[in-house]
């Protein structure tokens, strides 16, 4: 019988593998070599480590001769060779150039193959498609994705808006109205070509991708921030008009703060010259690219997610019928957004 490699630690390596063994960021296999060090310092034979540990035999006896060989050293993975690289780094330059420039011939975005062509063009070198994949995988470059951003203006003006509209959100004048306005256009109508399926244990609800236009439909919304109830209509007449019914709604002599953004409805011209003839109406203007500022957008939001995304509408006046159920509910249980300054999202029901 072969007794086993004696392991004599130090203070300094103890310390060491008591803290790997208790690092919330250290590999697993790590820590079970590190557990299997200071076993074995304690005394315990191979067989009682193994059974403590849940490996086998041959595992304790590796890494603790490879520990007495080579030390700390000796618990870490051997570097492996692996298969050589099939193309140099030529042809790698190669493809990571083409997928960082604009594609030919009025393309909008690359695909493995079209890459492929290019290098073998640009380099005289055949790669297959799925190697290039590799490739860019290889460098987290994904160039048939593409994302959209918007630089905000970083402007006084900016921070003067937001500072006025987080104001009037916090702290409303006195026995004013605090409304919050915008409109959703251009809301698809549309039925399933076939039925739906509801979901199941393990499965879920299933719909096709086919399906019939029945038009659009838009709606505008106001939200009062210190209620949280919405007025919706649909948009069949002018702006101004909606105006003109939540003025007719309003007391008298109540002033009005409403939110809007700089959607070309609202700056127009006959929409400008109404708010001009309605003085108790006092506009708080969205910076530009800052609608998100605007309360009524997760109004929106909770819209879309609950009526409109998976929707199945027979006709435009079905959309309708539904979007106003939705607000008529909603009304039923409505209560104030919860504003934050904690860099944190406002939630939306």
């Known amino acids: 019988m072969v007794s086993a490699v004696v392991v004599e630690l130090n203070g300094d390596i103890r310390a060491a593998l008591g803290r790997l063994v208790s690092s919330a960021s250290a590999q697993v296999r790590e820590v079970a070599r590190a557990r299997i060090m200071l076993a074995a310092a304690d005394g315990l034979?191979?067989?009682?480590?193994?059974q403590q540990l849940s490996c086998s035999v041959h595992t304790v006896r590796k890494w603790?001769?490879?520990?007495?060989?080579?030390?700390?050293?000796?618990?870490?993975?051997?570097?492996?060779?692996?298969?050589?690289?099939?193309?140099?780094?030529?042809?790698?330059?190669?493809?990571?150039?083409?997928?960082?420039?604009?594609?030919?011939?009025?393309?909008?975005?690359?695909?493995?193959?079209?890459?492929?062509?290019?290098?073998?063009?640009?380099?005289?070198?055949?790669?297959?498609?799925?190697?290039?994949?590799?490739?860019?995988a290889d460098?987290?470059?994904?160039?048939?994705?593409?994302?959209?951003?918007?630089t905000r203006r970083d402007t006084p003006e900016f921070w003067e808006r937001a500072r006025d509209i987080c104001a009037l959100y916090r702290d409303p004048p006195e026995g004013a109205m605090v409304l919050s306005i915008d409109e959703k256009t251009a809301i698809a109508a549309h039925s399933r070509k076939h039925p739906s399926r509801p979901a199941a244990r393990?499965?879920?609800?299933?719909?096709?991708?086919?399906?019939?236009?029945?038009?659009?439909?838009?709606?505008?919304?106001?939200?009062?921030?210190?209620?949280?109830?919405?007025?919706?209509?649909?948009?069949?007449?002018?702006?101004?008009?909606?105006?003109?019914q939540l003025d007719a709604a309003i007391a008298p002599g109540r002033d009005i703060h409403v939110v809007l953004d700089n959607g070309s409805s609202h700056t127009a011209k006959h929409s400008k010259k109404w708010l001009a003839d309605h003085p108790r109406w006092h506009v708080h203007w969205t910076p530009p690219h800052a609608s998100w500022l605007n309360q009524v957008e997760l109004v929106f939001s909770a819209l879309t997610r609950r009526v409109?995304?998976?929707?199945?509408?027979?006709?435009?006046?079905?959309?309708?019928?539904?979007?106003?159920?939705?607000?008529?509910?909603?009304?039923?249980?409505?209560?104030?957004?919860?504003?934050?300054?904690?860099?944190?999202?406002?939630?939306a029901d």
Do not use: C
């Open 64 to 136: 603790r001769s490879r520990f007495v060989r080579s030390g700390v050293q000796g618990l870490r993975d051997a570097a492996r060779s692996g298969r050589p690289r099939i193309y140099d780094d030529v042809t790698r330059v190669a493809v990571v150039a083409a997928a960082t420039q604009t594609p030919p011939d009025g393309a909008a975005t690359w695909s493995h193959q079209a890459i492929a062509e290019q290098v073998a063009d640009t380099v005289f070198v055949a790669v297959s498609p799925s190697q290039v994949g590799r490739i860019l």
């Open 308 to 347: 409109l995304r998976h929707g199945d509408f027979a006709s435009r006046d079905d959309l309708i019928a539904k979007m106003d159920d939705y607000v008529i509910h909603r009304n039923e249980t409505a209560k104030p957004f919860r504003l934050t300054y904690a860099a944190s999202p406002l939630k």
């Open 202 to 244: 393990g499965q879920r609800a299933r719909q096709k991708f086919e399906y019939v236009r029945h038009g659009t439909a838009s709606l505008v919304a106001a939200l009062d921030v210190n209620s949280g109830e919405v007025i919706a209509r649909n948009t069949a007449t002018a702006f101004t008009a909606f105006l003109d």
């Open 139 to 150: 460098l987290d470059l994904k160039p048939h994705k593409v994302t959209g951003w918007l």
């Open 45 to 50: 034979a191979n067989a009682e480590i193994a």
